[in-house]
């Protein structure tokens, strides 16, 4: 059963850090693009991160540059998002997913792309 599962995710206060993992089962990561979103209650699902399979290529939410940074380890089959200076708006369901190609699709999290995790939930709250 190919599968991903999104873990880190907790209570933290404002400017505080959490580091969010990605792993796959049933397939093999390395071989696709992974993006990031999440969903605030009663808001639409956005995007926040991408990165290709061998990890040369990101890009990222504006809101989100020079606090998060994506990136993978294909060698323990997981994608992390480290988000630091977290901001009570960071508040969400935090989802990844999987796609065979770095594209729009899969950094946009259109609903094409294949995979996708349950989520984790990011609190920040003091």
């Known amino acids: 059963q190919l599968q991903l599962v999104e873990s880190g995710g907790g209570l933290v206060q404002p400017g505080g850090s959490l580091r969010l993992s990605c792993q796959a089962s049933?397939?093999?990561?390395?071989?696709?693009?992974i993006g990031w979103f999440r969903q605030a209650p009663g808001k639409e699902r956005e995007d926040i991160s991408c990165?290709?399979?061998?990890?040369?290529?990101?890009a990222y939410r504006t809101s989100v540059k020079g606090r998060f940074t994506i990136s993978r380890d294909n060698a323990k089959n997981t994608v992390y998002l480290q988000m630091n200076s977290l901001k009570p708006e960071d508040t969400a369901i935090y989802y990844c997913?999987?796609?065979?190609?770095?594209?729009?699709?899969?950094?946009?999290?259109?609903?094409?792309?294949?995979?996708w995790g349950k989520g984790t939930l990011v609190t920040v709250s003091s």
């Open positions: 990165i290709n399979n061998s990890g040369s290529k990101t």
């Open positions: 049933g397939f093999t990561l390395r071989d696709y693009a």
């Open positions: 997913a999987a796609d065979i190609y770095y594209s729009d699709a899969v950094c946009g999290g259109d609903d094409v792309v294949p995979y």
